[in-house]
């Protein structure tokens, strides 16, 4: 059930990252980073580590638009 959370944590996470590598809009990475974080913990938390990977990976994507453009575009 865990790593189910997760995964629905990581897909809401996708969908704000996805428009995120738009210039100028990488401040909404900033906004799926807690999502991201809270689905690598339950996802950690729980049996099956899909769920986490799947975050881990989001997150990954998140990490270098943001480093790209600064932190902030």
Known sequence: MGSLI???LGLVSLVIVIPATIPFLGWAN?????LILTGVIIGQLSRSKAGRNFCL????????R????????
């Open 66 to 73: 943001l480093s790209l453009g600064g932190g902030l575009i």
């Open 57 to 64: 990976v989001v997150l990954l994507v998140a990490i270098i």
């Open 6 to 8: 997760a995964f629905v």
């Open 30 to 34: 900033w906004l799926a980073l807690p």
